[in-house]
């Protein structure tokens, strides 16, 4: 079944930087509006950031001017730039679409911020 392939994550330090990678498979990338999404361990999953056909952006507001959204049409993925890291940010982060939202969410990549 078509599935996103979320990558990029790791362990940094507070104060550091990631970008993530969603490669989402399927055709008409292009015309889907993309989401990124986390969730913390013992929380349920929230909508960090979304990124329209026509790219327009929008935020979780505690993590405005910190992350950033981004895609590339042409490789079919959707990035996410996340400095100034915290240990609050502490998730699997997971990528997904709508309209038509993937049947099976991704693996997700795990991002680990220590202090």
């Known amino acids: 079944q078509v599935q996103p392939v979320e990558s990029g994550g790791g362990l940094v330090q507070a104060g550091g930087s990631l970008r993530l990678s969603c490669a989402a498979s399927?055709?008409?990338?292009?015309?889907?509006?993309m989401e990124w999404y986390r969730q913390a361990p013992g929380k349920q999953r929230e909508l960090v950031a979304t990124i329209t056909t026509g790219g327009v952006t929008t935020y979780a507001e505690a993590l405005k001017g910190r992350f950033t959204i981004y895609r590339d049409n042409a490789k079919n993925t959707v990035y996410l730039q996340m400095n100034s890291l915290q240990p609050e940010d502490t998730a699997v982060y997971y990528c997904?679409?709508?309209?038509?939202?993937?049947?099976?969410w991704g693996q997700g990549t795990q991002v680990t911020v220590f202090s």
């Open positions: 997904n679409r709508r309209p038509f939202p993937y049947a099976a």
């Open positions: 399927g055709s008409r990338f292009s015309a889907f509006t």
